[in-house]
C-alpha cells in the first residue's frame, strides 16, 4: 500500500552543499518524474525517466541531475545547492503514458 | 508550446452548492488530461483521467468533461462539501512530447459550511 515513497520529508542546506532525494514506488510504474512546486509557478517539470537506464530533461532542469539505475528508484541530485532551489519537490510515477499519476508526499528543501 | 490556464484562482462557495472548475489548454493535440486534487502540505491526487477519445468521466460527485476542439475541460463538483475544499490542479500530456505533463496553477477551493 506504500505507492510513491519520498525520502527525506524536509531538509536544509546551506548554499554550495550537495544532497540527493531519494524517490521509490512499488507500481512496477516505467515513468517516473521529478517536479518542484514554487508559489505562483505552479509544478514545473524537473527531469523524467520514461523506463530504467533513460532519463529526459523537463521544463527546468538547470542545476539538477539525475539517476534510474533500477526501475522502482529514480534519484534527483543537487550538486551544489543555491537558494533559488529552495522548494517543494514532488516524485510521480505513471504506467506509460496513458495512466494516471501517483504522487509522493513532497519533501520540502531550504536553502540557505 | 502548451499553456494550460485555470480560471478562477480561487473559488468560495456555501455547502451544498454544484459548482464547476475551468481548465483551457492551448494545442489541442493531447494524449490525455488529468485532474488532481491537493490539500495543504500534502501531494497530489489523482481524480480522473480522461483519454483524449474519451468526451467524459465520473467518479461518486465528480464529473469531468473534455472537448479537445475547444481546447476545453470542466471539473463539476455536485452537492459540495466542507471537505472538497482544497486546490484542483488540470494537467494535460501533449500528444508528441512522450511523458511530460504540463500543469495549470490551480483553483483553490473553499466550501463554507
Known amino acids: 500500500n506504500a505507492g510513491v515513497t519520498q525520502t527525506p520529508k524536509f531538509r536544509v542546506l546551506k548554499t554550495g552543499q550537495s544532497m540527493t532525494l531519494l524517490c521509490a514506488q512499488d507500481m512496477n510504474h516505467e515513468y517516473m518524474y521529478w517536479y518542484r512546486q514554487d508559489p505562483g509557478m505552479g509544478l514545473r517539470l524537473i527531469h523524467y525517466?520514461?523506463?530504467?537506464?533513460?532519463?529526459a530533461k523537463g521544463e527546468v532542469p538547470d542545476g539538477y541531475n539525475v539517476s534510474r539505475l533500477k526501475k522502482q528508484n529514480f534519484l534527483l541530485g543537487l550538486e551544489s545547492a543555491a537558494p533559488s532551489q529552495t522548494s517543494v519537490y514532488f516524485c510521480?510515477?505513471?504506467?506509460?503514458?496513458?495512466?494516471?499519476?501517483?504522487f509522493g508526499s513532497g519533501t520540502q528543501l531550504s536553502v540557505l | 508550446k502548451q499553456e494550460v490556464t485555470q480560471i478562477p484562482a480561487a473559488l468560495s462557495v456555501p455547502e451544498g452548492e454544484n459548482l464547476v472548475l475551468n481548465c483551457s489548454f492551448t494545442?489541442?493535440?493531447?494524449?490525455?488530461l488529468q485532474w488532481f486534487r491537493q490539500d495543504p502540505g500534502k501531494g497530489l491526487t489523482s481524480l480522473l483521467l480522461?483519454?483524449?477519445?474519451?468526451r467524459e468521466q465520473t467518479s461518486g460527485r465528480l464529473n469531468a468533461s473534455l472537448d479537445k476542439s475547444s481546447g476545453r475541460s470542466t471539473l463539476y463538483i455536485a452537492a459540495s462539501q466542507p471537505g472538497d475544499s482544497a486546490t484542483y490542479l488540470c494537467a494535460v500530456r501533449p500528444g508528441n512530447q512522450g511523458g511530460k505533463l504540463i500543469f495549470g496553477q490551480g483553483t483553490e477551493l473553499s466550501v463554507k459550511p
Open positions: 525517466s520514461v523506463g530504467e537506464g533513460t532519463t
Open positions: 480522461i483519454q483524449s477519445s474519451q
Open positions: 510521480a510515477s505513471s504506467h506509460g503514458t496513458s495512466g494516471k499519476l501517483f
Open positions: 494545442d489541442s493535440a493531447i494524449y490525455n
